[in-house]
């Protein structure tokens, strides 16, 4: 074998190993966008249960001293406040809100009867999603459904619709 084939087969071999190099990055990088995809939908219907199961627990007790039925279900200030139980707690309110600033779906829990600026027992916000775009709950009384729908940064929404009855 001469020189010049021996550099020619060093030459060819470089470019195999490049081109191999170039795929394997690749394939990584779509495994990575996929990865991101399954952890956006697993945590979005991880929010969807966690709201189900509010839904479901429920508390329709009495509202503090006045002793009058507060809604189950009330959107204020575009979060969504669902009343519910907590072991060794009791009658709490769970609010979902969108910190905008920050692109981050939150959850704050605070005790029936008290403010949320109040000195009741409270939980500080826990940040449930990243990367939220918008949070949009809506309420419909008259048909009785509670409609949410989430916007991902990447533009992908995601909607879930409850019965209220």
Known sequence: ???????????????VLMGAAWWVRAAADAGIRFDRKVEIDRSVAA???????DLAIGDDGPSGNTGARAPKVEVKDGGLEVRTRAAAIGSVVDRFDQRGATHELTLATRCVGTTPSGSGRADSPRTLLVGI??????????AKTLAVALTTDDGKTFERTWSLK
Request: charged share 20%; with cysteine; hydrophobic share 55%.
């Open 47 to 53: 929010v969807f249960d966690a709201i189900d199961c």
């Open 1 to 15: 074998m001469t020189l010049i084939e021996v550099l020619a087969s060093l030459a060819l071999l470089g470019s």
């Open 133 to 142: 775009a918008a949070f949009d709950p809506t309420l419909d009384k008259k």
